[in-house]
Structures are given as C-alpha cells and as structure tokens.
C-alpha cells in the first residue's frame, strides 16, 4: 500500500500504470482503470445496440461483454499484470481468461435482470451496478487463478 501511495503522490505515472509490478495493490489501481475503459466500450455498445438499434437489453449485454472482454484482456496483459511470470501459453491464458470472464457474464445478467425486471432500474443504472460488483469478481478470480504467486 505504501508503494502505491508513493507513486499517487509523486505523480509517477510510469511505476502507476506502465513498469512491470507484482505488487497487488498497483495491480488492482491499475485493474480499476482498464476495468473502467472496458466498462464504458461495454456499456457505450450495450447501450447503442438496445437504445439505437432497439436489440433486447440482455442480447445487447452479452455483445457489450464480448467487445469489453476483449479490451480488458488486451489491457490487462499490457499493463496490470505484466510483471507476473507466465505460466502457460497465450491460447491457454485467453481460454482461462475468457472462462472466468463467462462467469461475470452470467453474473452481470443475473444481477441485470434483478436490476430490470425485479425492481425497475433504468438499463444503464442496473449495468453500472452490476459491472462495480462484476469488478471486484474478475480482478479475485484472474489473479488468484491465472496469476497466483509460484509457491
């Protein structure tokens, strides 16, 4: 925690989101932001191809997911988790990658059609809720999973 706070405070921004780190609390920092790019590319299509193109909302979450999958991935390897040593191949760590990302899927519906159909939020309220809580499930499961510490 100290080291982050560090680097909040010196304004370093190439040890905040650049330099090769294994240190949990940069890498979440930096998972909050690619998380937070990928969300809007997400929610920006979901929200195009339910409100532009009048597609089902829970359709248009699943398209959503697929490009904002792919731009968390792409980001994720680039810069929150590029200090950590690889343990199988790109293929292999996509299909994990993507396997967890599935589970926020199906958690991102289920907490969407709570949201919409349960107690009438507006899609992009119950979309903004889900992804805050999707967050904390992808970052656990990808970094205990695909990049625990060799014991």
Not at 11 to 33: E, G, H, S
Not at 93 to 117: H, K, N, P, R
Request: net charge positive; charged share 15%; no cysteine.
């Amino acid at each position: 925690m100290k080291e982050l706070f560090s680097y909040i405070f010196a304004f370093d921004l190439n040890n905040l989101f650049v330099a090769p780190t294994k240190n949990p609390m940069i890498q979440f920092f930096r998972y909050f932001f690619v998380g937070g790019l990928s969300f809007v590319v997400d929610a920006a299509v979901l929200f195009i191809l339910n409100t532009w193109l009048d597609m089902h909302y829970m359709v248009a979450t699943v398209f959503g997911f697929m490009v904002g999958l792919t731009v968390n991935y792409l980001l994720s390897i680039w810069f929150v988790f590029n200090g950590e040593t690889k343990k199988t191949s790109k293929t292999a760590e996509f299909v994990v990658f993507a396997i967890i990302s599935v589970g926020g899927l199906l958690l991102t519906e289920l907490l969407m059609w709570i949201g919409v159909d349960l107690l009438n939020m507006m899609v992009i309220v119950a979309k903004i809720i889900a992804a805050a809580i999707v967050l904390i499930w992808n970052y656990g499961m990808k970094k205990v999973i695909l990049y625990r510490e060799k014991k």
